[in-house]
């Protein structure tokens, strides 16, 4: 960047603000630029061909000319390996301790000079120069990792390395955190660096907002999750297989890691996709399960810009027999954007608004950005100033990467410091501003103390924005300066490795905060930011999602996409983030929210009204149905809530889930199961009023018109602006909510010799109690639906009221 550049952004900028933010990027590429410098003369190197091996409990280490490898099969049969002494610990992904190694496995010499570790679940080869082969009990290669090769700079520093890897030809590749692209990732770069796009995106946007180096790869070998436990910035190119490419011979897809610097370090499940994304939340802890109020309708938007506002529009609801659970005020309430105040004019009683909408069912939810304005006299920033303790700085890149000494920053406070001890300034909504460094225990006791403020101004939960984090730059990376200095947990280091942790570090600030602040109460915490593990502390949601049928499309992969990730609560902004939506888009954008997590309408200040009322009487009464739908459907959301919990199951899963050989489901983008139960094709593209669906195995059912439809296959389906398609497996049992708001059991007729059943969990409540999993079966007996509930003691009738529905006709058959 030179002088004209300089001038030529602030033009661009305009204001004084953007004056601040050009001189901020400034100085944060002036900061950079002495840190860090450049990287100079570097030396490459491969392990070299194998020495020697030695067993360990679940594996062993074994060594090459140039490196050393360190294998483990675990209980459970997660794979870990790690080169140069990478150990699993420390990790920011991980929930805990790693499971313990699996006594049975052993190292053994494998062929041609190689070792491998065998075990019950699967089998790991290590070639005698260094590649990988993950294998399945039966010998088939799920995943070939070949050599890996770093760059390490003569002059000292982290070494940049990057891994390459064969799949299956046959494979398909999801995942990466969350992809507007997705769900299923075609050839292309993938940027691991959490990224504030700077305005609406699409699905030709990349980075995003969460980005994880999880893998999930679906091939007719089997499912494996690859997950390369390293924060910092790289780029994944993936390239899909083709089978008889060549002469006849398969091309193998191709899967390319480039990191920046870090350990190299890769954890394996593999299994089915049930078992693979158990194995996985394991591994990065269980998904804390949302108040099942958060599971109903809520609404969003920035600019309610008063109290009466608010009323107003939570009035419209009910008088429109609308049902709505929450309310979620942006920043507008802030008193000068400021965090952790409130504008006493536009909003003079927030704790008497927060009473009454809850007296009426709506609670409301706060926004929570990082970005504190560095003012003497802002309480916020004085307390943070005052915070003591080590406040970390260690060599440039040494965070907690093993083997790097710990360290801590020269002075004390709670901020983000620069390598001379400097706080470092960044220009957000409140203007120039500091960063909290969560990546410190103490800082992040010191924030979650803040929370307290909120809870006090009646708010049920909140949501983190902003927390990549950005500071706003007309040039260049919006975020701070990679040479910035973190504690990482006292191991010390930069930007350029806590940068991808610091939202998933902020949701463990607030997640616990408010934890200890009401011990008795699960926290309702989503964030815009994270990385691996996140789901520990709450959910996700789309960030600044454009207005269009292509940001409709995004909604739907970017759900799916973290969904097998391991974050099963998410969901977009509903009628998309910066613009104004058509009714014929709005409508359909809020019957595919009905069916996702996260159920939340929300804009910016200059993008119109979210209202359902705001588009015509035909949109508000099909967004009534909508409404209805979900409601009817919340027992649902309930279970399938303490079911990702307990399993790590999505609610919101892709086609192939149950069918991960069937290749037709594997390609199928446009339509999900929400749980094993429903089938939900939304409709993502103007003027339609009919679409294909595809229909897995077995026999389904149109929720509307009972019809019934015989799977594999493809069916063309009415999708009429009432409704969109909803189909229910036979044999289902689905827990829904009856008349008078009591629990009830829909019961979709099984086929004739083909038992089906469901799982149902009760309302926990909002505190920590453990429901009951109750487990019920349907069967066809001399023409009669039998449902029954199988307890320990056996078989027994249902204490809920029971309700059949498609017992009538013969299916259709779908066509292939």
Same mark, same amino acid.
């Given at each position: 960047?030179?002088?004209?550049?300089?001038?030529?952004?602030?033009?661009?900028?305009?204001?004084?603000?953007?004056?601040?933010?050009?001189?901020?990027?400034?100085?944060?590429?002036?900061?950079?630029?002495?840190?860090?410098?450049?990287?100079?003369?570097?030396?490459?190197?491969?392990?070299?061909?194998?020495?020697?091996?030695?067993?360990?409990?679940?594996?062993?280490?074994?060594?090459?000319?140039?490196?050393?490898?360190?294998?483990?099969?675990?209980?459970?049969?997660?794979?870990?390996?790690?080169?140069?002494?990478?150990?699993?610990?420390?990790?920011?992904?991980?929930?805990?301790?790693?499971?313990?190694?699996?006594?049975?496995?052993?190292?053994?010499?494998?062929?041609?000079?190689?070792?491998?570790?065998?075990?019950?679940?699967?089998?790991?080869?290590?070639?005698?120069?260094?590649?990988?082969?993950?294998?399945?009990?039966?010998?088939?290669?799920?995943?070939?990792?070949?050599?890996?090769?770093?760059?390490?700079?003569?002059?000292?520093?982290?070494?940049?390395?990057?891994?390459?890897?064969?799949?299956?030809?046959?494979?398909?590749?999801?995942?990466?955190?969350?992809?507007?692209?997705?769900?299923?990732?075609?050839?292309?770069?993938?940027?691991?660096?959490?990224?504030?796009?700077?305005?609406?995106?699409?699905?030709?946007?990349?980075?995003?907002?969460?980005?994880?180096?999880?893998?999930?790869?679906?091939?007719?070998?089997?499912?494996?999750?690859?997950?390369?436990?390293?924060?910092?910035?790289?780029?994944?190119?993936?390239?899909?297989?083709?089978?008889?490419?060549?002469?006849?011979?398969?091309?193998?897809?191709?899967?390319?890691?480039?990191?920046?610097?870090?350990?190299?370090?890769?954890?394996?499940?593999?299994?089915?996709?049930?078992?693979?994304?158990?194995?996985?939340?394991?591994?990065?802890?269980?998904?804390?399960?949302?108040?099942?109020?958060?599971?109903?309708?809520?609404?969003?938007?920035?600019?309610?810009?008063?109290?009466?506002?608010?009323?107003?529009?939570?009035?419209?609801?009910?008088?429109?027999?609308?049902?709505?659970?929450?309310?979620?005020?942006?920043?507008?309430?802030?008193?000068?954007?400021?965090?952790?105040?409130?504008?006493?004019?536009?909003?003079?009683?927030?704790?008497?608004?927060?009473?009454?909408?809850?007296?009426?069912?709506?609670?409301?939810?706060?926004?929570?950005?990082?970005?504190?304005?560095? #003012?003497?006299?802002?309480?916020?920033?004085?307390?943070?100033?005052?915070?003591?303790?080590?406040?970390?700085?260690?060599?440039?890149?040494?965070?907690?990467?093993?083997?790097?000494?710990?360290?801590?920053?020269?002075?004390?406070?709670?901020?983000?410091?620069?390598?001379?001890?400097?706080?470092?300034?960044?220009?957000?909504?409140?203007?120039?501003?500091?960063?909290?460094?969560?990546?410190?225990?103490?800082?992040?006791?010191?924030?979650?103390?803040?929370?307290?403020?909120?809870?006090?101004?009646?708010?049920?939960?909140?949501?983190?924005?902003?927390?990549?984090?950005?500071?706003?730059?007309?040039?260049?990376?919006?975020?701070?300066?990679?040479?910035?200095?973190?504690?990482?947990?006292?191991?010390?280091?930069?930007?350029? #490795?806590?940068?991808?942790?610091?939202?998933?570090?902020?949701?463990?600030?607030?997640?616990?905060?408010?934890?200890?602040?009401?011990?008795?109460?699960?926290?309702?915490?989503?964030?815009?930011?994270?990385?691996?593990?996140?789901?520990?502390?709450?959910?996700?949601?789309?960030?600044?999602?454009?207005?269009?049928?292509?940001?409709?499309?995004?909604?739907?992969?970017?759900?799916?996409?973290?969904?097998?990730?391991?974050?099963?609560?998410?969901?977009?902004?509903?009628?998309?983030?910066?613009?104004?939506?058509?009714?014929?888009?709005?409508?359909?954008?809020?019957?595919?929210?009905?069916?996702?997590?996260?159920?939340?309408?929300?804009?910016?200040?200059?993008?119109?009204?979210?209202?359902?009322?705001?588009?015509?009487?035909?949109?508000?009464?099909?967004?009534?149905?909508?409404?209805?739908?979900? #409601?009817?459907?919340?027992?649902?959301?309930?279970?399938?809530?303490?079911?990702?919990?307990?399993?790590?199951?999505?609610?919101?899963?892709?086609?192939?889930?149950?069918?991960?050989?069937?290749?037709?489901?594997?390609?199928?983008?446009?339509?999900?199961?929400?749980?094993?139960?429903?089938?939900?094709?939304?409709?993502?593209?103007?003027?339609?009023?009919?679409?294909?669906?595809?229909?897995?195995?077995?026999?389904?059912?149109?929720?509307?018109?009972?019809?019934?439809?015989?799977?594999?296959?493809?069916?063309?389906?009415?999708?009429?602006?009432?409704?969109?398609?909803?189909?229910?497996?036979?044999?289902?049992?689905?827990?829904?909510?009856?008349?008078?708001?009591?629990?009830?059991?829909?019961?979709?007729?099984?086929?004739?010799?083909?038992?089906?059943?469901?799982?149902?969990?009760?309302?926990?409540?909002?505190?920590?109690?453990?429901?009951?999993?109750?487990?019920?079966?349907?069967?066809?007996?001399?023409?009669?639906?039998?449902?029954?509930?199988?307890?320990?003691?056996?078989?027994?009738?249902?204490?809920?009221?029971?309700?059949?529905?498609?017992?009538?006709? #013969?299916?259709?058959?779908?066509?292939?």
């Amino acid at each position: 960047m030179d002088g004209r550049e300089l001038v030529r952004s602030i033009k661009v900028a305009g204001s004084a603000q953007g004056f601040r933010a050009a001189r901020s990027a400034w100085r944060r590429w002036r900061t950079d630029a002495r840190e860090l410098g450049p990287r100079g003369a570097e030396r490459a190197r491969v392990p070299g061909p194998v020495s020697d091996a030695e067993p360990l409990p679940g594996g062993g280490t074994v060594r090459f000319a140039r490196a050393e490898l360190h294998v483990c099969v675990t209980v459970g049969g997660a794979v870990f390996w790690g080169w140069d002494g990478a150990e699993p610990l420390p990790s920011y992904a991980l929930a805990g301790p790693p499971p313990e190694p699996d006594p049975r496995a052993g190292l053994e010499p494998d062929t041609d000079g190689g070792w491998r570790v065998v075990s019950e679940r699967v089998t790991v080869a290590v070639s005698r120069h260094g590649g990988v082969e993950v294998r399945t009990p039966g010998g088939v290669v799920l995943r070939r990792e070949l050599p890996p090769r770093w760059w390490e700079p003569v002059a000292g520093g982290p070494a940049r390395w990057v891994q390459r890897t064969e799949v299956p030809a046959d494979a398909r590749f999801f995942g990466l955190g969350g992809r507007a692209s997705g769900p299923r990732l075609r050839d292309g770069v993938y940027r691991l660096w959490n990224t504030d796009p700077g305005g609406g995106f699409g699905p030709g946007d990349d980075p995003l907002y969460v980005t994880m180096p999880v893998q999930l790869v679906v091939a007719d070998a089997g499912t494996h999750l690859a997950f390369h436990d390293n924060s910092w910035d790289g780029r994944v190119i993936l390239r899909e297989g083709e089978e008889g490419a060549g002469s006849g011979h398969d091309r193998p897809g191709t899967s390319e890691l480039r990191m920046d610097g870090g350990p190299l370090r890769c954890w394996v499940v593999i299994g089915t996709p049930a078992r693979v994304l158990h194995g996985w939340t394991a591994l990065t802890g269980a998904p804390t399960p949302p108040p099942s109020w958060a599971l109903g309708p809520q609404h969003a938007r920035w600019g309610f810009g008063s109290e009466r506002e608010v009323r107003r529009i939570v009035a419209g609801y009910r008088e429109r027999r609308l049902p709505l659970s929450a309310v979620h005020l942006d920043i507008d309430h802030y008193d000068a954007h400021q965090v952790f105040t409130v504008d006493r004019e536009r909003f003079p009683d927030l704790p008497g608004l927060a009473e009454d909408l809850r007296a009426d069912g709506v609670r409301l939810v706060s926004i929570v950005d990082p970005a504190v304005k560095a #003012e003497r006299g802002n309480a916020v920033y004085e307390s943070g100033a005052a915070v003591g303790g080590p406040a970390g700085s260690g060599p440039a890149g040494s965070g907690p990467a093993v083997g790097s000494p710990a360290s801590s920053r020269s002075g004390a406070g709670a901020f983000v410091r620069d390598a001379r001890g400097r706080e470092v300034r960044g220009v957000v909504w409140p203007g120039e501003c500091v960063f909290p460094d969560f990546t410190d225990p103490a800082v992040r006791a010191w924030w979650g103390g803040l929370y307290e403020e909120r809870l006090a101004q009646g708010f049920a939960g909140v949501w983190h924005d902003m927390n990549e984090p950005v500071s706003f730059a007309p040039f260049g990376d919006t975020t701070l300066p990679r040479s910035a200095r973190h504690h990482l947990e006292g191991a010390g280091g930069d930007h350029r #490795e806590a940068h991808n942790v610091y939202g998933l570090a902020m949701a463990r600030a607030g997640f616990e905060g408010l934890r200890k602040l009401r011990p008795d109460e699960r926290p309702f915490l989503f964030s815009r930011s994270g990385w691996a593990g996140m789901q520990r502390y709450g959910g996700t949601w789309s960030g600044d999602v454009s207005t269009g049928w292509p940001g409709l499309r995004a909604s739907l992969s970017l759900v799916l996409g973290l969904g097998l990730c391991g974050v099963p609560y998410s969901g977009p902004d509903v009628g998309g983030f910066d613009g104004s939506p058509s009714p014929e888009l709005y409508l359909r954008w809020f019957q595919l929210g009905a069916y996702l997590p996260l159920f939340r309408t929300h804009a910016a200040i200059d993008a119109g009204r979210r209202e359902p009322w705001e588009f015509g009487v035909e949109v508000l009464e099909h967004a009534r149905t909508a409404l209805d739908a979900r #409601e009817r459907l919340r027992p649902y959301f309930v279970t399938l809530a303490q079911l990702a919990r307990l399993t790590g199951a999505p609610y919101a899963r892709p086609l192939w889930w149950g069918a991960p050989e069937d290749r037709d489901l594997r390609d199928c983008e446009d339509t999900f199961l929400l749980g094993d139960a429903l089938l939900v094709a939304p409709v993502l593209e103007p003027g339609a009023d009919r679409r294909a669906v595809r229909l897995p195995r077995g026999r389904w059912y149109d929720t509307v018109t009972e019809r019934a439809y015989e799977g594999p296959g493809q069916v063309l389906l009415d999708a009429p602006s009432a409704r969109i398609p909803v189909l229910a497996r036979a044999g289902a049992v689905i827990p829904v909510r009856g008349e008078g708001g009591r629990l009830e059991l829909e019961v979709w007729a099984p086929a004739a010799g083909v038992p089906g059943g469901g799982l149902v969990v009760g309302d926990p409540g909002d505190g920590w109690e453990q429901a009951e999993v109750e487990r019920y079966t349907s069967r066809l007996v001399e023409g009669e639906v039998l449902v029954e509930r199988i307890t320990d003691q056996g078989a027994a009738r249902p204490e809920w009221t029971v309700r059949v529905r498609g017992a009538g006709g #013969e299916p259709e058959g779908a066509s292939r």
